[in-house]
């Protein structure tokens, strides 16, 4: 087996960190998640959705495990998120210095 075809668990750190930084981003932005909800989650989605086929047509397992663990931890991360999107949004700003909504 290839390296490059094993799973990695790097790619689900990465999208679990960067997913983090723009929910936090988006929460001190005073659009209520629009942004966020309607624009980010979506196309970020279809992305990984379309990474899928392929690395299951390559017949790269490891891919596929690593790019399906990306978009759980995207989705349970998101979906955190819009639960509790005030309070994050609260916390942030209190912890940025900026006078919250």
Same mark, same amino acid.
């Given at each position: 087996?290839?390296?490059?075809?094993?799973?990695?668990?790097?790619?689900?750190?990465?999208?679990?960190?960067?997913?983090?930084?723009?929910?936090?981003?988006?929460?001190?932005?005073? $659009?209520?998640?629009?942004?966020?909800?309607?624009?980010?989650?979506?196309?970020?989605?279809?992305?990984?959705?379309?990474?899928?086929?392929?690395?299951?047509?390559?017949?790269?397992?490891?891919?596929? $495990?690593?790019?399906?663990?990306?978009?759980?931890?995207?989705?349970?991360?998101?979906?955190?998120? $819009?639960?509790?999107?005030?309070?994050?949004?609260?916390?942030?700003?209190?912890?940025?210095? $900026?006078?919250?909504?």
């Amino acid at each position: 087996m290839v390296e490059a075809d094993r799973f990695n668990w790097r790619f689900a750190l990465f999208c679990a960190l960067g997913t983090f930084i723009v929910c936090v981003l988006d929460a001190l932005w005073e $659009v209520d998640g629009f942004l966020y909800f309607f624009l980010f989650t979506p196309l970020a989605s279809l992305s990984l959705l379309g990474f899928l086929p392929s690395a299951l047509i390559r017949k790269k397992r490891g891919r596929f $495990v690593s790019v399906l663990a990306m978009l759980a931890v995207f989705w349970a991360i998101s979906a955190g998120s $819009v639960k509790n999107h005030s309070a994050i949004r609260n916390t942030a700003k209190m912890v940025l210095m $900026v006078e919250p909504v």
